[in-house]
């Protein structure tokens, strides 16, 4: 199982997924605690998501974390599990009433970040860290 979880390909490509994705979520979640009103609980209040003041501040922590772990390269398989699940929940409840009322190309055009860190993340999932990665280290190390 510890390997599994550690385990990553070789190759010296994937920092470059790691640093889009660990970036822009760990600036998402430190913009959901700077700017709340617009970004955390306010946000999620406006799209209708229960408890909104706990939402917030429960996906800021975890694009966070998250964020920091996929930068590191560190338990990177883990870390990407809940960028997907933020992902997803963000398609289905931000652009679902776009492509309703604006169509599929508009919402294509709007959710064009949310699709790449989706796929991103999902990539990272299949393939772990690659070579630049402290799980590549771990994995060497035993």
Do not use: Y
Not at 11 to 21: G, H
Not at 75 to 93: D, F, G, H, N, Y
Request: with cysteine; glycine share 10%; aromatic share 10%.
């Amino acid at each position: 199982m510890f390997k599994k979880i550690f385990s990553t390909d070789n190759a010296s490509t994937t920092i470059i997924i790691r640093l889009i994705v660990g970036a822009v979520f760990l600036s998402e979640g430190i913009q959901k605690f700077l700017f709340p009103a617009i970004r955390g609980a306010g946000r999620f209040e406006k799209i209708g998501l229960p408890s909104p003041e706990f939402l917030g501040s429960f996906v800021g922590a975890f694009e966070i974390l998250c964020g920091i772990l996929i930068l590191l390269g560190l338990l990177t398989r883990l870390a990407s599990i809940p960028t997907l699940v933020i992902m997803l929940v963000a398609i289905a409840t931000t652009k679902s009433e776009v492509l309703a009322n604006d169509g599929f190309w508009e919402m294509m055009h709007g959710s064009r970040t949310d699709w790449a860190m989706l796929l991103g993340s999902i990539f990272l999932l299949i393939k772990g860290g690659g070579r630049w990665s402290m799980d590549s280290l771990i994995i060497a190390s035993k």
